[in-house]
Protein backbone atom coordinates (compact mmCIF):
# COMPACT_ATOMS: atom_id res chain seq x y z
CA UNK A 1 0.00 0.00 0.00
CA UNK A 2 1.42 3.82 -0.49
CA UNK A 3 2.02 5.86 1.78
CA UNK A 4 -1.18 9.00 1.43
CA UNK A 5 0.07 12.10 -0.07
CA UNK A 6 0.12 13.92 3.24
CA UNK A 7 -0.73 12.76 6.64
CA UNK A 8 -1.20 15.07 9.81
CA UNK A 9 -1.47 13.46 13.19
CA UNK A 10 -2.30 15.46 16.11
CA UNK A 11 -1.06 18.60 14.83
CA UNK A 12 -1.11 21.32 17.45
CA UNK A 13 0.41 24.63 16.65
CA UNK A 14 0.38 28.05 18.93
CA UNK A 15 2.06 31.57 17.38
CA UNK A 16 4.80 32.72 20.04
CA UNK A 17 2.15 36.04 20.96
CA UNK A 18 -0.42 33.08 22.10
CA UNK A 19 -2.38 32.63 19.45
CA UNK A 20 -3.62 29.21 19.32
CA UNK A 21 -4.07 28.22 15.63
CA UNK A 22 -4.21 24.79 16.01
CA UNK A 23 -5.88 22.18 18.53
CA UNK A 24 -5.24 18.31 17.32
CA UNK A 25 -5.58 18.28 13.72
CA UNK A 26 -5.40 14.67 12.13
CA UNK A 27 -6.59 14.03 8.94
CA UNK A 28 -4.68 12.13 5.62
CA UNK A 29 -4.94 13.05 2.00
CA UNK A 30 -4.17 10.08 -0.58
CA UNK A 31 -2.52 9.92 -3.83
CA UNK A 32 -4.91 11.50 -6.29
CA UNK A 33 -6.94 12.75 -4.03
CA UNK A 34 -7.98 16.52 -4.18
CA UNK A 35 -9.46 18.55 -1.09
CA UNK A 36 -10.71 21.34 -0.56
CA UNK A 37 -10.54 23.22 2.88
CA UNK A 38 -13.15 25.52 3.90
CA UNK A 39 -13.68 27.71 6.89
CA UNK A 40 -13.87 31.52 8.45
CA UNK A 41 -11.02 33.64 8.65
CA UNK A 42 -8.78 33.19 11.70
CA UNK A 43 -9.90 29.24 11.87
CA UNK A 44 -6.44 28.00 10.92
CA UNK A 45 -5.99 27.68 7.13
CA UNK A 46 -2.82 29.38 6.24
CA UNK A 47 -1.28 28.06 9.52
CA UNK A 48 -1.98 24.56 8.74
CA UNK A 49 -0.89 24.64 4.87
CA UNK A 50 1.99 26.34 6.23
CA UNK A 51 3.00 23.33 7.87
CA UNK A 52 2.65 20.65 4.93
CA UNK A 53 6.29 21.80 3.89
CA UNK A 54 7.95 22.66 6.92
CA UNK A 55 7.87 26.43 7.42
CA UNK A 56 6.85 26.62 10.59
CA UNK A 57 9.54 24.89 12.23
CA UNK A 58 8.82 25.66 15.93
CA UNK A 59 6.84 22.33 15.77
CA UNK A 60 9.22 20.16 15.03
CA UNK A 61 10.96 20.29 18.51
CA UNK A 62 7.62 19.08 19.70
CA UNK A 63 6.37 16.62 17.27
CA UNK A 64 6.96 14.96 13.43
CA UNK A 65 2.98 15.33 13.54
CA UNK A 66 2.60 16.24 9.32
CA UNK A 67 4.19 13.62 6.79
CA UNK A 68 4.46 13.35 3.13
CA UNK A 69 4.50 10.64 1.02
CA UNK A 70 5.56 8.66 4.16
CA UNK A 71 7.82 11.14 5.27
CA UNK A 72 7.79 13.24 8.70
CA UNK A 73 8.66 16.31 7.63
CA UNK A 74 11.61 17.70 9.62
CA UNK A 75 14.73 19.90 9.83
CA UNK A 76 17.21 17.40 8.02
CA UNK A 77 14.48 16.36 4.89
CA UNK A 78 13.37 20.09 4.09
CA UNK A 79 14.79 20.02 0.78
CA UNK A 80 13.10 16.53 -0.58
CA UNK A 81 10.13 17.94 1.10
CA UNK A 82 9.75 21.37 -0.57
CA UNK A 83 10.49 19.33 -4.03
CA UNK A 84 7.71 17.42 -3.21
CA UNK A 85 5.20 20.10 -2.33
CA UNK A 86 4.28 23.37 -3.95
CA UNK A 87 2.78 25.66 -2.30
CA UNK A 88 0.97 28.66 -3.47
CA UNK A 89 1.06 31.80 -0.86
CA UNK A 90 -2.33 33.23 0.01
CA UNK A 91 -0.41 36.84 -0.69
CA UNK A 92 1.25 36.73 -3.79
CA UNK A 93 3.59 39.53 -2.79
CA UNK A 94 5.09 37.00 -0.29
CA UNK A 95 6.38 34.87 -3.54
CA UNK A 96 7.36 37.34 -6.46
CA UNK A 97 10.98 38.74 -5.97
CA UNK A 98 12.30 38.56 -9.90
CA UNK A 99 12.51 41.74 -11.93
CA UNK A 100 10.18 39.92 -14.81
CA UNK A 101 7.44 37.38 -15.34
CA UNK A 102 9.56 34.81 -16.54
CA UNK A 103 12.47 35.30 -14.34
CA UNK A 104 10.22 34.58 -11.48
CA UNK A 105 8.73 31.46 -13.33
CA UNK A 106 11.94 29.83 -13.87
CA UNK A 107 13.15 30.32 -10.37
CA UNK A 108 12.03 27.35 -8.50
CA UNK A 109 12.78 24.77 -11.74
CA UNK A 110 16.66 26.45 -11.43
CA UNK A 111 16.80 25.82 -8.01
CA UNK A 112 15.96 21.88 -8.52
CA UNK A 113 19.30 21.82 -10.91
CA UNK A 114 17.81 21.62 -13.92
CA UNK A 115 19.34 22.40 -17.33
CA UNK A 116 18.50 25.85 -18.98
CA UNK A 117 16.79 23.96 -21.42
CA UNK A 118 14.72 22.18 -19.72
CA UNK A 119 13.74 25.28 -17.58
CA UNK A 120 12.92 27.20 -20.40
CA UNK A 121 10.79 24.36 -21.55
CA UNK A 122 8.87 24.05 -18.40
CA UNK A 123 8.35 27.64 -18.04
CA UNK A 124 7.05 28.25 -21.29
CA UNK A 125 4.58 25.40 -20.52
CA UNK A 126 3.72 26.80 -16.80
CA UNK A 127 2.85 30.36 -18.51
CA UNK A 128 0.90 29.25 -21.59
CA UNK A 129 -1.15 26.63 -18.74
CA UNK A 130 -2.40 29.89 -16.39
CA UNK A 131 -3.08 31.68 -19.72
CA UNK A 132 -0.23 34.61 -18.88
CA UNK A 133 2.57 34.44 -21.83
CA UNK A 134 1.41 37.90 -22.80
CA UNK A 135 2.99 38.91 -19.30
CA UNK A 136 6.81 37.04 -19.70
CA UNK A 137 8.33 40.60 -19.94
CA UNK A 138 6.54 42.32 -17.33
CA UNK A 139 7.98 43.15 -13.83
CA UNK A 140 5.75 41.33 -11.39
CA UNK A 141 5.00 44.81 -9.18
CA UNK A 142 3.05 46.43 -11.75
CA UNK A 143 0.63 43.49 -12.33
CA UNK A 144 -2.77 43.49 -11.00
CA UNK A 145 -3.73 40.94 -7.84
CA UNK A 146 -5.19 38.56 -10.09
CA UNK A 147 -2.39 38.86 -12.68
CA UNK A 148 0.33 38.23 -9.89
CA UNK A 149 -1.25 35.05 -8.42
CA UNK A 150 -1.41 33.38 -11.77
CA UNK A 151 2.78 34.31 -12.01
CA UNK A 152 2.76 32.57 -8.00
CA UNK A 153 0.91 29.79 -9.85
CA UNK A 154 2.79 29.06 -12.58
CA UNK A 155 5.98 28.85 -11.04
CA UNK A 156 4.64 26.17 -8.49
CA UNK A 157 3.64 24.95 -11.66
CA UNK A 158 7.13 25.03 -13.06
CA UNK A 159 8.46 22.72 -10.37
CA UNK A 160 6.03 19.93 -11.10
CA UNK A 161 5.35 19.17 -7.66
CA UNK A 162 3.68 16.17 -6.53
CA UNK A 163 1.78 17.44 -3.71
CA UNK A 164 0.10 20.99 -5.05
CA UNK A 165 -0.98 22.83 -1.66
CA UNK A 166 -2.83 26.40 -2.96
CA UNK A 167 -4.08 29.09 -0.35
CA UNK A 168 -6.94 30.85 -2.09
CA UNK A 169 -5.84 30.28 -5.26
CA UNK A 170 -9.02 32.12 -7.09
CA UNK A 171 -8.92 35.24 -4.21
CA UNK A 172 -9.03 37.82 -6.82
CA UNK A 173 -9.63 36.19 -9.84
CA UNK A 174 -12.71 36.93 -12.05
CA UNK A 175 -15.20 34.28 -12.71
CA UNK A 176 -13.53 33.50 -15.53
CA UNK A 177 -10.12 32.62 -13.93
CA UNK A 178 -11.95 31.00 -11.39
CA UNK A 179 -13.32 28.70 -13.63
CA UNK A 180 -10.10 28.48 -15.80
CA UNK A 181 -8.22 27.16 -12.44
CA UNK A 182 -10.46 24.73 -12.42
P1 LIG B 1 -7.04 31.29 8.14
O1 LIG B 1 -6.04 30.99 7.08
O2 LIG B 1 -8.02 30.17 8.33
O3 LIG B 1 -7.73 32.61 7.97
P2 LIG B 1 -4.73 31.59 9.89
O4 LIG B 1 -4.03 30.29 9.85
O5 LIG B 1 -4.18 32.72 9.06
O6 LIG B 1 -6.29 31.37 9.55
O7 LIG B 1 -4.80 32.10 11.39
C1 LIG B 1 -5.13 31.24 12.48
C2 LIG B 1 -4.92 32.01 13.80
O8 LIG B 1 -3.53 32.27 13.97
C3 LIG B 1 -5.62 33.36 13.85
O9 LIG B 1 -6.07 33.54 15.17
C4 LIG B 1 -4.53 34.35 13.50
O10 LIG B 1 -4.75 35.59 14.12
C5 LIG B 1 -3.30 33.68 14.07
N1 LIG B 1 -2.08 33.98 13.29
C6 LIG B 1 -1.88 33.75 11.97
N2 LIG B 1 -0.65 34.14 11.59
C7 LIG B 1 -0.06 34.62 12.72
C8 LIG B 1 1.23 35.17 12.98
N3 LIG B 1 2.15 35.29 12.03
N4 LIG B 1 1.51 35.55 14.25
C9 LIG B 1 0.58 35.42 15.22
N5 LIG B 1 -0.65 34.90 15.04
C10 LIG B 1 -0.97 34.51 13.81
Known amino acids: MTAPAIEVRD?????ADGATALRGLTFSVAEGETVGLIGPNGAGKSTLLLH????LPE???K???VSIRGR???????????R???????????QLFCPTVREDVAFGPAQLGLDGREVEARVADALRKVGIEALAERPPPHLSVGEKRRVCLAGV???????????EPTGSLDPKGRRELK
Do not use: I, K, M, S
Open 63 to 65: ERA
Open 157 to 167: LACDPAVLVLD
Open 11 to 15: LRYGY
Open 52 to 55: LNGL
Open 84 to 94: EVGLLFQDPND
Open 59 to 61: TWR
Open 72 to 82: AVGPENLHEVR
